[in-house]
């Protein structure tokens, strides 16, 4: 049995290797745990730490550090430690130093290359959003390069730390907002979601003028639902929202170990 595990900026996110992982009728049973349960041990962490245990390989992406590995048993020859290469499932990595791209990047551009096999950006909404090209061509499949930026949360928690009069909590409610914003709070949040949302639509531009045909946009990530949203009308019509997909490209090397 092979095990997936997604150590991210915060959560960790994991999974039975499933046949037909990128079958759009595969069922995934993907579980998830932020650092506190982790690091307390609660019954999530047990179910993970007693997975591994159960586990014949495990197949890590690990972008949060050497620290919450240290929970973690020996493992010995068992553990796969993904790491950004040259060139993977015939993908290249266009990086100068290929093993600097974080491993959750690359993990979902072989997902987004397996699953679609065309060129498309891929866009993650999370702690951070990272914005990714797949390039397509007659040539071959190749990691373009992309970009990184703070993520919702860290934008929001830089204006509330950084201006002494913008404090206002997080908002529960994350429904679209039409025309400007009315109070403060407001007023955060529109500049926070639509500044990920004109990054969106500036790296897809810069796409199309370096792709023969239309890139695909592939969206994914907690904040994937909310980020939709808000992109402009054209872009949000054509984007297709694909969960797991850190998890998704790490299938895609268990199952292709000798590539």
């Known amino acids: 049995m ?40 609660d019954a999530e962490a047990a179910r993970l730490l007693q997975a591994i245990a159960q586990a014949e390989q495990v197949w890590l992406s690990n972008v949060a550090g050497s620290g919450w590995m240290q929970a973690l048993p020996d493992l010995d020859d068992k553990l796969q430690l993904v790491q950004s290469a040259a060139t993977a499932l015939e993908v290249k990595n266009s990086y100068k130093q290929p093993s600097q791209l974080g491993s959750d990047r690359w993990c ?10 065309q060129s498309a950006l891929v866009v993650t909404a999370g702690t951070a959003l990272t914005i990714d090209a797949l390039m397509v061509s007659k040539a071959g499949a190749r990691f373009a390069g992309g970009t990184i930026q703070p993520g919702l949360h860290l934008m929001w928690q830089s204006l509330q730390q950084g201006a002494a009069q913008l ?3 997080y908002p529960l409610e994350q429904a679209a907002l039409p025309g400007f914003a009315q109070d403060s709070q407001q007023a955060m949040w529109l500049g926070c979601v639509q500044a990920l949302a004109a990054s969106v639509a500036a790296q897809f531009e810069r ?8 890139p695909l946009l592939i969206l994914t990530g907690g904040d994937a639902q909310l980020l939709h949203r808000y992109l402009p009308d054209t872009l949000s ?23």
């Open 2 to 41: 092979k095990l997936l595990i997604d150590a991210g900026n915060t959560r960790i996110k994991w999974a039975w290797w499933p046949q037909d992982s990128l079958h759009a009728s595969t069922a995934w049973q993907v579980h998830a745990l932020d650092y506190q349960q982790w690091l307390h041990g």
């Open 108 to 117: 979902s551009v072989l997902a987004a290359w397996r699953q679609f096999g």
């Open 167 to 169: 404090d206002y909590a």
């Open 207 to 214: 796409m199309l003028a370096m792709v023969d045909a239309t």
């Open 237 to 259: 019509a054509q984007a297709i929202i694909v969960d797991n997909l850190v998890l998704k490209g790490l299938a895609c090397l268990a199952e292709n170990t000798d590539e």
